[in-house]
């Protein structure tokens, strides 16, 4: 069974940077496309970025030029950079295993537990 653990979350200032790690076992983790969601008390979840099996990434407009997602395959890991936070960035954070790189949250089959990022101003 596929497990994915998350790290990296914390609190930091508008402006400054935090890098998420979540590490995948239990899974061929090379054969996914992994991405990052993210929720806040009330809302719905949602999609931050995605990238493929081959490197190729989408995100989210509201984090697009400011975050960055990455994958190490040896390492079963995918990370998270996000630069120029906001306050409006503050949620549980979420990395999940999907067959194809897509948009779509319904198209994750696992996810991990999550990790708080709150950023103040």
């Known amino acids: 069974q596929v497990q994915l653990v998350e790290s990296g979350g914390g609190l930091v200032q508008a402006g400054g940077s935090l890098r998420l790690s979540c590490v995948v076992s239990?899974?061929?983790?090379?054969?996914?496309?992994m991405g990052w969601s993210r929720q806040t008390p009330g809302k719905e979840r949602e999609f931050v970025a995605v990238?493929?099996?081959?490197?190729?990434?989408f995100y989210g407009d509201s984090v697009n030029g400011r975050f960055t997602i990455s994958r190490d395959n040896a390492m079963s890991t995918v990370y998270l950079q996000m630069d120029s936070l906001k306050p409006e960035d503050t949620a549980v954070y979420y990395c999940g295993t999907s067959a194809m790189a897509t948009r779509s949250l319904r198209a994750f089959g696992a996810w991990g537990q999550g990790t708080q990022v709150t950023v103040s101003s």
């Open positions: 239990g899974g061929p983790f090379s054969n996914y496309a």
């Open positions: 990238i493929s099996r081959h490197g190729g990434q």
